[in-house]
């Protein structure tokens, strides 16, 4: 079991939370999405290690960005 | 053929919008719906005159709030 956490860009409302967290979840592997609208964190368990780029296209798919890594 | 104007306050995004959108349509006698989200002009067409309370809570059921007439 593994945590990773994102930030995700542009989530405006919780339709906007509710689509990421649907794309997300598709991602295989994926066991749990949370979303934090107010801070766009994006807090992913999984079976095993997380492919971010996966992650990252599924944050895409539902229409928003995902921040670069600081 | 009826076209009536409101402004509905709270929409963040096209989400919003749809959900608005998908609400006033279910009114009956509604023909068309249309919702700018930069002013939150909430335009409806319908076959008659319409209800203002029942678009009103067409906009409440979709989460949103519908501005006095002002």
Redesign the interface.
């Given at each position: 079991m593994s945590t990773s956490t994102f930030t995700v860009n542009g989530m405006?409302?919780g339709?906007?939370v509710?689509?990421v967290k649907e794309e997300v979840a598709e991602v295989a592997g994926v066991t749990n999405v949370e979303v934090d609208l107010a801070t766009g964190l994006l807090t992913v368990n999984s079976e095993g290690p997380l492919d971010r780029a996966k992650i990252a296209a599924a944050v895409e798919e539902a229409g928003y960005e995902m921040a670069d890594r600081s």
């Open positions: 405006t409302c339709h906007c509710s689509s």
